[in-house]
């Protein structure tokens, strides 16, 4: 056995430890246990050491090299180079795996009922059992394979959805913050009620849609009116009086701050400007006079008893000078503020001006249009009485013909009368009663009882 030394294989179906013991349904014997992983042995392999280990066992612990048997150790039977294990001193122990195939084995997940052999629950049912517990890889909770596919589906929160309208995916958690932004998603306009309108189409939608209710154009000064668009020109129609009122009240504001605002009016302001320029021309001619005079070149060295002027006096008109020209340029500055304050107000009398015309001339067209109504209509009103009269009058020929076909139809020839009497039951118990004691005959002036 030992002077053939045949290398593991190296397979892909080698690439898993033992079988867990918890498979097993009989009692369970240590031969059958890998000296490494201590599981059921999968492809057994026996060293020429006598101990055996799964495939995938013996070839992780060679990998790195020759290393020393364990078992052997445990056991204190070890013995160089026979309890040495290293790549070429193993071989498949065919007999052992037959033997480990063969066992009975059930399914140790909680609720599966399968059972079988080792050799049926490696080919069959492992790592394929319905009742098998793994973490979802996107959100690691624990769940059942069968239950893997809804969980994906339906349950995961980190899931992966594709928008139904626009087709970019997104995560489950982003559900609400996605449907926010969708360039596809479905609105509804609330003028005209219509339906499924993308949300990148719905600004250009309303631009145009003449049920979409807007705020009046003279919101700005009061009107908190909001009118469909098709009506928005009937609206100002209506209540151009009430426009021009709330346009004259935000003037009127207007004027009322912009006077709160001046110091005073105008020409108190110029007023202020004069008196402020004539006050610096009187300060320039102060400094000029305090200024002493250029010293002429020394002649002789003659002593000299001038005294200059102190140098804190001519700071102090500096100074002064210097306050006076700012408040020049402040009053000068405020003095254009008003002006285009000024402008601006007059421009806004111009407009309301106009306005007013505009006015005055849409109250004249509607007299005018409301006088020819009143004529329309009393002429109507006329041609009704006309009307009236001729059908009354057409009445009275045709009640008048009536009468007389009822006596021609009453006259007879022969010498016998038929009096013809219409709703007799009636008549009857009217008489009975009365209400009605007589009748008069066509033909005949006289009662009848």
């Not at 339906?154 to 309208?165: G, Q, V």
Request: aromatic content about 6%.
């Amino acid at each position: 056995m030992a002077a053939q030394e045949p290398s593991p294989p190296s397979s892909m179906e080698n690439n898993k430890p033992g079988f867990p013991k918890k498979i097993l349904a009989n009692k369970l014997e240590d031969k059958h246990l890998c000296n490494c992983c201590q599981n059921i042995l999968r492809r057994p392999f026996q060293a020429q050491c006598g101990h055996r280990f799964c495939s995938y066992c013996f070839n992780r612990t060679v990998g790195s090299g020759p290393q020393k048997c364990n078992a052997c150790i445990r056991e204190d039977i070890f013995e160089e180079p026979t309890s040495i294990l290293k790549p070429g001193c193993a071989f498949p122990d065919n007999a052992a795996r037959r033997e480990v195939e063969n066992l009975p084995a059930v399914c140790f997940n909680e609720g599966c009922s399968w059972k079988g052999s080792i050799k049926d629950y490696e080919l069959s049912h492992e790592g394929k059992c319905e009742f098998m517990i793994l973490p979802c890889p996107l959100c690691k909770e624990l769940i059942r394979l069968n239950e893997q596919e809804r969980h994906n589906e339906r349950e995961c929160p980190e899931r992966t959805l594709n928008c139904k309208y626009c087709k970019e995916p997104f995560h489950f958690k982003n559900i609400k913050a996605h449907d926010e932004i969708c360039p596809k998603y479905p609105m509804i306009c609330e003028g005209c009620a219509k339906k499924k309108i993308p949300r990148e189409k719905y600004v250009d939608h309303i631009k145009f849609c003449g049920k979409f209710r807007t705020p009046c154009r003279y919101h700005v000064v009061g009107c908190d009116m909001s009118v469909e668009k098709e009506k928005i020109h009937d609206h100002e129609r209506v209540c151009a009086h009430e426009h021009l009122n709330l346009l004259l009240h935000y003037i009127m504001g207007m004027k009322v701050s912009l006077e709160g605002l001046q110091p005073q009016s105008l020409e108190l302001a110029g007023h202020k400007a004069h008196e402020l320029h004539q006050a610096l021309r009187d300060l320039e001619a102060r400094v000029s006079q305090l200024t002493p005079p250029p010293l002429p070149p020394p002649a002789t060295t003659l002593p000299t008893s001038f005294t200059p002027l102190p140098s804190s006096v001519g700071a102090a008109l500096e100074l002064q000078l210097h306050s006076e020209k700012t408040k020049v340029a402040d009053l000068g500055r405020r003095c254009q503020e008003l002006e285009v304050k000024a402008g601006t107000f007059e421009d806004v009398v111009c407009v309301l001006n106009r306005e007013v015309e505009r006015f005055a001339t849409t109250i004249e067209a509607s007299n005018r249009q409301h006088r020819l109504d009143q004529d329309k209509i009393e002429a109507l009103s006329n041609k009704v009485r006309q009307l009236e009269r001729q059908v009354g009058v057409k009445d009275l020929t045709v009640a008048e013909m009536e009468g007389r076909l009822r006596e021609m139809s009453a006259t007879t020839f022969d010498g016998v009368f038929i009096w013809r009497i219409s709703d007799f039951t009636k008549k009857r118990q009217d008489a009975i009663a009365g209400r009605a004691p007589a009748m008069f005959s066509p033909g005949k002036k006289k009662p009848t009882y």
